[in-house]
């Protein structure tokens, strides 16, 4: 058991290292308005939450003044981002928290953590940290942040680790980074893909973040996705690769009309191959040029089937770039999962000879 436990503790550390190196914007750790019990309003920006309590964060709620509490409570804090942070990565990092939170800036649900009762799951190991869409922030202004956690049993709250508002920098160079937030219809109808598809009724989704919190919890199906973009004129000597990320589980995508990449096996009759892993895989796709609307619009469809759990375009890296950078960036991500392996068998080999 002890052999697991510390193979399972190294496993994390490894995903750690492998985590953006983020640039912290907003400090947030300090004291926040703390109210025990439920209420949907408490994520309204308008709420009055002058009759609350405070608590520290980080910390067990336990050693704030609630011993032996388990079950709902709210936490609210006001913070202020510079204008510098507009048109960047921003990132709400809340931590570990014990054992199940929402996180929403100025009334919007950027992002859950494990699931709420009447399907509790806990996500106390896991550390939260929420892509903020540029549209939901006030930069220069008062902004609130308000947190809904649910702790089953024994500590509770925004336990540990760094709470605060990060930048988080672009994995690679991109020519073009997509926006954040994309149209969006579950179903499946091969006119989807059209550049030319009203699709002014479909819902707004974060991309990327699971489709599961914004209105698709349990959701198992196709779903599609479209986004539109301009690509500059002064790089149509450029190969260019469309980067989607991370996508559970399989995917077809289409650039204005033409496919341009899949992962996993979509049939022509609407089922699907055996899905493996492929929810582990980063999408890179080449864009023929024949696809491309240089300096124009261009609109991006992607097909998502997603088999079970969670689904969507759920991790970056998203955007547009260069063959060459692509390359670059592919060789150090295998130089770096390379290092993390060597570690790893080092290890094993140092515990076991012990």
């Known amino acids: 058991m002890r052999q697991i436990i510390v193979l399972l503790l190294l496993l994390t550390s490894v995903t750690e290292a492998q985590s953006v190196n983020a640039k912290q914007i907003v400090d947030l750790r300090g004291n926040w308005k703390f109210e025990i019990g439920d209420d949907k309003k408490y994520a309204d920006p308008n709420f009055n939450d002058k009759k609350w309590g405070e608590i520290f964060v980080p910390a067990d709620w336990e050693n704030e003044g609630y011993p ?3 079950g709902y409570a709210w936490y609210r804090k006001t913070f202020t981002i510079p204008s510098t942070a507009q048109n960047k990565n921003i990132y709400a990092h809340l931590g570990y928290v014990d054992d199940v939170c929402a996180v929403y800036v100025n009334g919007n649900l950027i992002g859950e953590g494990g ?7 806990t996500a106390y190991e896991q550390e939260q940290q929420f892509l903020i869409p540029q549209k939901f922030l006030r930069f220069n202004q008062e902004n609130i942040i308000a947190v809904r956690v649910y702790d089953f049993h024994v500590n509770g709250g925004i336990v540990k680790g760094k709470i605060g508002i990060f930048e988080h920098p672009d994995e690679m160079q991109f020519v073009v980074r997509l926006p954040d937030q994309w149209l969006f219809k579950t179903g ?21 973040a699971k489709w599961d919190f914004q209105g698709y919890k349990k959701y198992d199906g196709f779903g599609w996705y479209r986004v539109t973009f301009t690509i500059p004129e002064n790089i149509q000597k450029e ?36 899905i493996r892993e492929e929810y ?51 060789r150090n991500q295998r130089w770096k999962n390379n ?16």
């Open 239 to 274: 190969d260019l690769v469309m980067m989607l990320g991370k996508i559970d589980d399989i995917d077809e995508a289409y650039l204005n009309g033409e496919k341009i990449g899949y992962t996993g096996r979509i049939r022509s009759d609407g089922t699907t191959g055996k």
């Open 68 to 70: 032996g509490y388990d």
């Open 115 to 121: 699931s709420f009762p009447p399907d509790y799951e």
């Open 339 to 354: 290092e993390n392996e060597n570690k790893f068998d080092n290890f094993l080999k140092k515990m076991f000879n012990e």
């Open 280 to 330: 582990r895989e980063i999408r890179a796709y080449d864009i023929p040029s024949s696809a491309i609307k240089f300096g124009g619009k261009n609109v991006l469809t992607v097909r998502v089937f997603d088999n079970m759990d969670i689904g969507g375009i759920y991790e970056g890296p998203i955007g547009v770039t260069t063959e060459k950078e692509y390359r670059k960036w592919d």
């Open 188 to 208: 499946d109808h091969e006119e989807w893909k059209k550049p030319n598809f009203d699709d002014s009724k479909w819902q707004e989704l974060i991309v990327p």
